[in-house]
């Protein structure tokens, strides 16, 4: 693995995958706001050879203990946020990505505070610099990146397209832009989607965001 990808890891889930199976810690990050100053109780990361699954210390024995019983996370993982003393939260499986080579895709937005006036509403939590793309003559929002800065060695980009501009593969540009700026800091970016969201997989995919048969998976978000 990358050595970004691995210190990421280490720090945002507690460990590494294992080298097969499933490994589950007790980590303390579970306990403490994450990105957006909630609370991330269940995370956990699966490369094609194995996973690790990262849940609050005080649940860790419990969690381990039935997962050794069912071995089958598909079947267990959408009882473990009850497990850990979140029943109000459900199950989430993503297709995880990473890149160290963005595609070398034109730039299609502009860095600007996320505090900013014409920055729309759904970027401002993500705090920092967004990425915006604009129309040029009515100053219209198209698109934008936030990023998750989940620690010094990982931050996440999440992109959105307004219904009427998609198509013209603003979201691609914009991703890869993201990327690069990401690297430049010293930092892994990386992209979580939906399994059946297809148009996301091909945005990342052209933007150098290749599928090597990993996934994430944990408690969604609090609403």
């Not at 579970?30 to 995370?43: K, M, N, Q, T």
């Not at 996973?51 to 959408?78: F, I």
């Amino acid at each position: 693995m990358e050595r970004l990808l691995v210190e990421h890891l280490s720090r945002w889930l507690g460990d590494r995958p294992a080298a097969t199976g499933l490994s589950i810690v007790g980590a303390p990050e579970r306990d403490r706001p994450g990105w957006d100053g909630r609370i991330h109780p269940v995370l956990g990361v699966s490369s094609p050879e194995g996973g690790v699954l990262s849940v609050p210390p005080h649940a860790a024995a419990t969690v381990a203990e039935q997962y050794a019983k069912d071995r089958d996370l598909a079947v267990l993982g959408p009882r473990i946020p009850t497990m850990v003393g979140f029943p109000e939260r459900g199950w989430f499986t993503a297709v995880y990505r990473w890149t160290t080579r963005p595609a070398p895709l034109p730039d299609a937005g502009t860095w600007v505070p996320a505090d900013a006036t014409e920055v729309p509403g759904w970027l401002r939590p993500f705090g920092g610099d967004v990425l915006v793309a604009t129309d040029a003559s009515t100053g219209e929002h198209l698109a934008g990146v936030g990023v998750k800065r989940h620690d010094p060695y990982g931050h996440e980009l999440a992109v959105v397209t307004t219904p009427h501009a998609r198509g013209r593969g603003l979201a691609r540009r914009l991703v890869a832009q993201a990327a690069r700026r990401v690297l430049d800091e010293g930092v892994l970016p990386t992209y979580m989607h939906d399994p059946a969201n297809l148009a996301s997989a091909a945005v990342a995919e052209a933007a150098g965001f290749d599928d090597r048969g990993w996934h994430a998976f944990g408690a969604t978000e609090a609403r």
